[in-house]
């Protein structure tokens, strides 16, 4: 069960107080208390939270991305190839991109961790942007991880991969790794179709956090 369980999902809105958080990463705390407000009144990210006693447990920030040829290094032939093993047809409009949402913020706060919590909050994007109640074409969930183990392992346990990019993506401070939503999404269809009638059904996890 993850420490989220009966906490409401909150989208952060001007006016709000903004709880008491820390994750002992700076960048993820600043962006909390300096951005995530005005960057929402700018339409360029949408922030949720969830809260508990005045403190925030987690908070994650999405915003639109794609999937398109300069994540091959511009290599059109190499991104054909990724689009063919992905099972996404091809067109004769020659599409270069492909819609996708960014995961651009997850931070959990430092006495919440090692709880489910991070894996928790993946699957509720998975099953949101994977849902018929979606209102715009989503196929993949982007990330620019850091580039730590414990950071790749995690993404690595909850289905995400790395992007074919070029080899000095290694050493960079993050990595571009992706989640496909549709096999998700037929997985969850099938499982919504075989089980019971009046039973709820729990989104496969494919990690722990």
Known sequence: MSALEGLPMERLKSGMEIPAFTCA???LDDFLREDAVPSS???LTVTYLFQKGGTA???FSVL????TTTDFKDNEKIMKAFLKKKGVP??????KSFPAVKLARLGIHKDCQKQRIGTTILDLIKGSFASETNKTGCRFITVDAYNSPEVLRFYKRNGFDFLPVDADDCGHKTR???????PYRDTMASVLKEAP?????????????
Do not use: C, W
């Not at 639109?64 to 999937?67: G, I």
């Not at 790794?177 to 549709?182: G, I, W």
């Open 176 to 182: 571009l790794m992706y989640f496909d939503l549709k």
């Open 41 to 43: 009144e700018q339409m």
């Open 57 to 59: 447990i987690a908070f």
């Open 197 to 209: 009638q009046g039973k709820s059904v729990v989104s496969p996890k494919a990690g722990q956090t």
């Open 25 to 27: 990463d700076s960048d």
């Open 64 to 67: 639109n991305d794609k999937v």
């Open 90 to 95: 091809h067109t004769k409009r020659g599409f």
